[in-house]
T-cell receptor
Framework: EDQVTQSPEALRLQEGESSSLNCSYT??????LFWYRQDPGKGPEFLFT???AGEEKEKERLKATLTKKESFLHITAPKPEDSATYLC????????????FGTGTRLQVFP | DTGVSQDPRHKITKRGQNVTFRCDPI?????LYWYRQTLGQGPEFLTY????????KSRLLSDRFSAERPKGSFSTLEIQRTEQGDSAMYLC?????????????FGPGTRLTVL
């Protein structure tokens, strides 16, 4: 069964303290891995798509990387406005477009 | 373009009542998706359309749930005889149909509370 596991469940960082979020996956043929940010009471906001092992993408203080078994979201020198839940999702196989999500990592960055 | 819109944003209903939600996708997107999200969980896939054709429906989806996209533009999700377990955020997303990529962009969601 296709599965996505995110860790840690929650992370508290001081402003400027860099860290990484983990997304491990088990799928029968990865078509794409997606990172989203979700603020309380809002819909997920698209961040990145990764397609193949070794691929990296960056946006401001965020950098996403992909291996054959997991993806990391690195946050460099975070600010309080980076506080949110970060969701990882996979698209598996070529006969479906559905996303399979993990349960997310709740990030709090305090001044 | 204002992104994906959903209406209503909040709905409170009594158990046993029927409810209907609407989703308007990004105008050039031909794929439309429905997900459900409960507190502390990631979104769970319900169903998706390409234009007006419903291509996939989750096996976990009760027969009380039905979705339509009659003209290939907006979509409606109806829940009949609501139960307290239906309380959740219902999310709609849209994307372009691409061989590779086709990122899904989400709307703000409709929060359903069943009393």
């Amino acid at each position: 069964e296709d599965q996505v596991t995110q860790s840690p469940e929650a992370l508290r960082l001081q402003e400027g303290e860099s860290s990484s979020l983990n997304c491990s996956y088990t799928v029968s043929g990865l078509r794409g891995l997606f990172w989203y940010r979700q603020d309380p009471g809002k819909g997920p906001e698209f961040l990145f798509t990764l397609y193949s092992a070794g691929e990296e993408k960056e946006k401001e203080r965020l950098k996403a990387t992909l291996t054959k078994k997991e993806s990391f979201l690195h946050i460099t020198a975070p600010k309080p406005e980076d506080s949110a839940t970060y969701l990882c999702a996979v698209q598996a196989g070529w006969d479906t477009d559905k996303l399979i999500f993990g349960t997310g990592t709740r990030l709090q960055v305090f001044p | 373009d204002t992104g994906v819109s959903q209406d209503p944003r909040h709905k409170i209903t009594k158990r046993g009542q029927n409810v209907t939600f609407r989703c308007d996708p990004i105008s050039e997107h031909n794929r439309l998706y429905w997900y459900r999200q409960t507190l502390g969980q990631g979104p769970e896939f319900l169903t998706y359309f390409q234009n007006e054709a419903q291509l996939e429906k989750s096996r976990l989806l009760s027969d009380r749930f039905s979705a339509e996209r009659p003209k290939g533009s907006f979509s409606t999700l109806e829940i009949q005889r609501t139960e307290q377990g239906d309380s959740a955020m219902y999310l709609c997303a849209s994307s372009e149909k691409l061989l590779v990529g086709g990122e899904q962009f989400f709307g703000p969601g409709t929060r359903l509370t069943v009393l």
